[in-house]
């Protein structure tokens, strides 16, 4: 039924996704334009406001859980798994009051409405993955805004998207990197569910009637931990509300 009801729901949850990149791009260049970067980052929210609650139209709910007081005078690294495209919008709407930027294919920097003028303006990494030195470079150039204006950033160590729900092993270098540049970065895991569902079919149909939830779990204090035994650490908090264990 659900794949039933995506035939129907689907291009109305298009038509609303779409018609929100595209008011709202010209928004995000008159406010980086005119005012700077606060006025940008208000229209960015309030658009990923709109893009996350389109998930109405597909009858999808939408839900975060934060237990904890998370810190705004310090940056933070959000650490979580990846399931669709659609984790994104969520991840920037409610955790807006951290400033969290992305590590971004550079590819996605031209040709998407709202979405590739922030990628370029929005002050995230834009990295080449044939490139080496030139991701590296740019995950530093972010580590360094992230310490100069206490931003937050938003990590995948799957390095890709799970789109079958089944946990990958994280990956190390991301975090590694990021906490060389900010060694006082708070590490937080989040736990993402169930947004794989909507595209088990592919682009069309999407699916309907899903449980969407982002959960942020303990943070995690770097301290003399390495940056192995953090990631390990995220990983293993994320399955357990995955209901996935390692050998899995």
């Keep these: ?41 208000v229209s960015v929210d309030a658009l990923n406001f709109f893009l996350t609650y389109c998930q109405i139209f597909l009858v ?16 933070i690294i959000f650490a979580a798994n990846h399931q669709s495209m659609y984790d994104i919008p969520s991840l920037i709407w409610f ?13 996605l920097t031209k040709g998407i409405p709202s979405i590739s003028i922030n990628l370029r303006v929005g002050g995230g990494a834009n990295i080449d993955r044939k490139d080496n030195k030139q991701a590296i470079s740019e995950i530093i150039k972010l580590g360094r805004r992230m310490k100069d204006n206490n931003w937050s950033t938003v990590i995948f160590p799957e390095g890709t998207r799970a789109k079958d729900g089944r946990l990958k092993t994280f990956q190390f270098g991301g975090i590694a990197t990021l906490l060389k540049v900010v060694p006082n970065a708070l590490v937080v895991p989040v736990a993402i569910e169930n947004s794989w569902k909507i595209v088990r079919f592919g682009m069309f149909p999407l699916t309907t ?3 969407l939830r982002w959960t942020v779990l303990k943070p995690i204090e770097p301290g003399i931990k390495t ?12 399955r357990k509300v995955l209901g996935q264990s390692i050998t899995d």
């Excluded at 955790?95 to 590819?107: C, D, N, Q, T, Y």
Aim: glycine share 4%.
């Design 60 to 75: 999808n709910t939408i839900s975060f859980k934060n237990d904890f007081d998370l810190p705004t005078d310090r940056p």
């Design 1 to 41: 039924m659900s794949k039933f009801f995506g035939y129907i729901l689907s291009p109305i949850f298009y038509i609303f996704f779409g018609l929100s990149l595209c008011i709202f791009h010209p928004i995000q260049w008159i406010c980086i334009k005119l005012f700077g970067y606060k006025a940008h980052k």
């Design 227 to 238: 940056p192995n035994d953090i990631t390990l650490e995220v990983e293993t908090e994320i």
């Design 209 to 211: 009637g899903n449980a």
């Design 95 to 107: 955790l807006r009051k951290h400033h969290a930027k992305f590590i971004s294919k550079i590819e």
